[in-house]
T-cell receptor, first 114, second 110 residues
């Protein structure tokens, strides 16, 4: 089985711009979670989607949003980028059923905001 | 609220020595605990989860609800164990959310 893939792997943007990141889960996985990883804050949960519905959300501003498509692929969008948004963004997929939270991670997208 | 604490940012041991990576958690219900590992230039991958009670790559971890701990242990460390280790918690109806500790960098010296 192919693993979780994320595109692009690297991005450089300037303040005020917006960005869209993409995540393709493992085949058969219906849940996709997104995390932000920074040296200072570590791994922080952004949100989770299951069957095209957001089921859970972390403590991030509304500039961070996401969606999931019928094939379970997910995108996250960050609008009005700030310098502090520079981070590694990870997505993870899982089967998503009750009690089934074993997550498989992608390689991440490295976002740099200048 | 969910919280995971890994008190050691860095841990160094010599090859063949026992190693223990500490993890303490705070959660009011029945959590599910995981250990994830990230080797150099590789993605984060699951090492083990408490409900499976498996031993992976010689590592074990026991959930101690009384002490709210989930320490990772290996009796004889190998150089290839050098990596970043994260303890993570999933709780209740918190769908798809893992709460991670800050991680411990383990270095095994030859």
């Amino acid at each position: 089985k192919a693993g979780v893939t994320q595109t692009p792997r690297y991005l450089i943007k300037t303040r005020g711009q917006q960005v869209t990141l993409s995540c393709s889960p493992i085949s058969g996985h219906r849940s996709v979670s997104w995390y932000q990883q920074t040296p200072g804050q570590g791994l922080q949960f952004l949100f989770e989607y299951f069957s095209e519905t957001q089921r859970n959300k972390g403590n991030f501003p509304g500039r961070f949003s996401g969606r999931q498509f019928s094939n379970s692929r997910s995108e996250m969008n960050v609008s009005t980028l700030e310098l502090g948004d520079s981070a590694l963004y990870l997505c993870a997929s899982s089967l998503g059923g009750w009690g089934n939270n074993e997550q498989f991670f992608g390689p991440g997208t490295r976002l740099t905001v200048l | 609220a969910q919280r995971v604490t890994q008190p050691e940012k860095l841990l160094s041991v010599f090859k063949g020595a026992p190693v223990e990576l500490k993890c303490n958690y705070s959660y009011s219900g029945s959590p599910e605990l995981f250990w994830y590992v990230q080797y150099s230039r590789q993605r984060l991958q699951l090492l083990l989860r408490h409900i499976s009670r498996e031993s992976i790559k010689g590592f074990t971890a026991d959930l101690n609800k009384g002490e709210t701990s989930f320490h990772l242990k290996k009796p004889f460390a190998q150089e290839e164990d050098s990596a970043m280790y994260y303890c993570a918690l999933s709780g209740g109806t918190s769908y798809g959310k893992l709460t991670f500790g800050q991680g411990t960098i383990l270095t095994v010296h030859p």
